[in-house]
């Protein structure tokens, strides 16, 4: 291990032994055992994600698909804590977990994983392609023979779900985002953000079919779950136990373990290695 290795594992477990202190004190470490145990977890999962977006060499051997897999496994740990707790403040608690795992695994994906290392170029802003900049370019291109059938499907439908998530935990934490307008307030400014760092820091490039892209599919998506009332059914599911049974609850609860505990364990490997 690095030095910066050494400092970074060093913090973690500070910060964990300040944790345990803390929940001896308010005596909920023995009260409320799998809530500690879960946000202790969930704690070192993602400290293992962090510690593996920073360094270069695990990073790069890590794809979109694994990261999308691990964060819907803590997504299923959250949400299946959730109805084992079963009250109003654990789900509203939750809905905000969701939103910051949606938005970490979207950052890593567009800044991290498998993306070159950071190179500022705040002048590449007043170089773009001006291709880039004409609506519908770079689509027409992938239809007239210049790209894959894998391309295409990756960018052209990869780029309308990228935001899907963020309009659906929208709609599900607050009733006034079922109107469009309020979502796009939040999607089209982090939208343009993201595709200006991206050129800024040489990890991807600016264009503006992405941002159209990206805008349409939570319009349509919007569009076609608010048109039948079936974020309204779904909505329900997020705030009240509809999985009566404990022994499925639980069951859940361990299987969402899994990936989480693979990857730490490959990550140790690693480091070993």
């Given at each position: 291990m690095e030095r910066e290795d050494f400092i970074y594992c060093g913090i973690v477990l500070c910060l964990f032994l300040l944790y345990v202190i803390y929940k001896m004190k308010t005596k909920e470490l023995f009260h409320n055992k799998i809530k500690c145990f879960t946000e202790i977890f969930f704690f070192f999962t993602m400290s293992t994600f962090v510690f593996v977006l920073s360094s270069i060499g695990i990073r790069y051997s890590m794809n979109s698909m694994q990261a999308i897999a691990l964060f819907a496994s803590l997504f299923l740990l959250c949400f299946s804590f959730g109805c084992i707790q079963n009250n109003r403040k654990t789900y509203n608690t939750n809905i905000f977990i969701y939103l910051g795992l949606y938005l970490v695994l979207l950052m890593s994906i567009t800044f991290?994983?498998?993306?070159?290392t950071f190179r500022f170029r705040f002048d590449r802003i007043f170089s773009i392609y001006k291709g880039s900049l004409i609506p519908f370019h770079t689509i027409s291109l992938y239809f007239n023979g210049y790209a894959s059938t894998?391309?295409?499907v990756y960018n052209i439908f990869g780029n309308m779900v990228l935001l899907v998530p963020l309009s659906f935990l929208?709609?599900?934490?607050n009733k006034k985002y079922n109107h469009i307008f309020r979502q796009l307030c939040i999607i089209v400014?982090?939208?343009?953000?993201?595709?200006?760092?991206?050129?800024?820091?040489?990890?991807?490039?600016?264009?503006?079919?992405?941002?159209?892209?990206n805008v349409f599919g939570p319009i349509l998506f919007t569009f076609l779950i608010t048109r039948f009332d079936i974020i309204g059914k779904i909505r329900s599911l997020f705030?009240?136990?509809f999985i009566k049974n404990k022994s499925i609850q639980?069951?859940?609860?361990?299987?969402?373990?899994?990936i989480p505990v693979l990857f730490i364990i490959k990550t140790?490997?690693?480091?070993?290695d």
């Open positions: 991290f994983i498998g993306r070159p894998k391309e295409i929208l709609m599900i934490k400014p982090l939208v343009v953000f993201i595709e200006l760092f991206q050129e800024i820091t040489w990890v991807g490039s600016f264009d503006i079919d992405d941002i159209l892209l705030y009240r136990d639980y069951f859940l609860y361990f299987i969402s373990l899994i140790i490997v690693k480091i070993i």
